[in-house]
T-cell receptor, first 111, second 113 residues
Framework: EDQVTQSPEALRLQEGESSSLNCSYT??????LFWYRQDPGKGPEFLFTLYSAGEEKEKERLKATLTKKESFLHITAPKPEDSATYLC????????????FGPGTRLSVLP | DADVTQTPRNRITKTGKRIMLECSQT?????MYWYRQDPGLGLRLIYYSFDVKDINKGEISDGYSVSRQAQAKFSLSLESAIPNQTALYFCATSAYLDTGELFFGEGSRLTVL
C-alpha cells in the first residue's frame, strides 16, 4: 500500500537552532514529491516540487532534498515566523490526479 | 481578496441535514479540487474537476457530491450529514498538476452533531 509518513509529529526549536523534518514514502513509481506549509486557520501553501533522487530545492531558510525513499526539509537558523505545519505529498504514476499527503510535522520556533 | 474563497468558513449542523460548501476562484484555473483534512490523517481527495463538464471521484467520495457551476465555481454537498463527516474541508485549484502546485482556500470547518 502506498504511504507517506512524516517525522517527528511535532518539533520545538529555539530561534537559530537548525534541524530537519523527514518525509518517508512508499509508492510505485514516484512522479513527484511536494512540500507545503500550513499556518493555523489557513490552507496549505506550496513550497517545493522534487522529481528525482538527488534533487535539491532552496527557498530562504528552507532546503528540500530527495532520495529514493525519503525527503528532508532542512531548516537553517529558523525564525519564529517559520512556525507552521509542514506537509509533504507524493504523486505516483498510478494515482492519476491524486496526491497522497502525509499528516504533517508541526514546527514551533521559540524566540 | 483571496484567490480561492470558501463559504461558509464555519458551520455546525445536525445529523441528516443537507450541507453545501461553496468555492469560487479568481485564478482562472480550469482544475478544481475538494479535499478533507482530519488530524493525523493528512489531506484526502474527495472530488476533482478539470472543466465544467468533467467531474471525477477521488479517494473518499462516498457520502459527498459536487457541482461545477462555472469555471470559477465548484460546490461540495453532503446530502445527509453524519458525525464522521466532521472535518476541515479545503477547496484547491491548479493550472498544471505535474508541478504539484495547488492553490488552497482557507478552509471550511464543518461540525456534524
Amino acid at each position: 500500500e502506498d504511504q507517506v509518513t512524516q517525522s517527528p509529529e511535532a518539533l520545538r526549536l529555539q530561534e537559530g537552532e537548525s534541524s530537519s523534518l523527514n518525509c518517508s514514502y512508499t509508492v510505485s513509481g514516484l512522479r513527484g514529491l511536494f512540500w507545503y506549509r500550513q499556518d493555523p486557520g489557513k490552507g496549505p501553501e506550496f513550497l517545493f516540487t522534487l522529481y528525482s533522487a538527488g534533487e535539491e530545492k532552496e527557498k530562504e531558510r528552507l532546503k528540500a532534498t530527495l532520495t529514493k525513499k525519503e525527503s528532508f526539509l532542512h531548516i537553517t537558523a529558523p525564525k519564529p515566523e517559520d512556525s507552521a505545519t509542514y506537509l509533504c505529498a507524493v504523486q505516483a504514476r498510478n494515482y492519476g490526479q491524486n496526491f497522497v499527503f502525509g499528516p504533517g510535522t508541526r514546527l514551533s520556533v521559540l524566540p | 481578496d483571496a484567490d480561492v474563497t470558501q463559504t461558509p468558513r464555519n458551520r455546525i449542523t445536525k445529523t441528516g441535514k443537507r450541507i453545501m460548501l461553496e468555492c469560487s476562484q479568481t485564478k482562472g484555473h480550469d482544475r478544481m479540487y475538494w479535499y478533507r483534512q482530519d488530524p493525523g490523517l493528512g489531506l484526502r481527495l474527495i472530488y476533482y474537476s478539470f472543466d465544467v463538464k468533467d467531474i471525477n471521484k477521488g479517494e473518499i467520495s462516498d457520502g459527498y457530491s459536487v457541482s461545477r457551476q462555472a469555471q470559477a465555481k465548484f460546490s461540495l454537498s453532503l446530502e445527509s450529514a453524519i458525525p464522521n463527516q466532521t472535518a476541515l474541508y479545503f477547496c484547491a485549484t491548479s493550472a498544471y498538476l505535474d508541478t504539484g502546485e495547488l492553490f488552497f482556500g482557507e478552509g471550511s470547518r464543518l461540525t456534524v452533531l
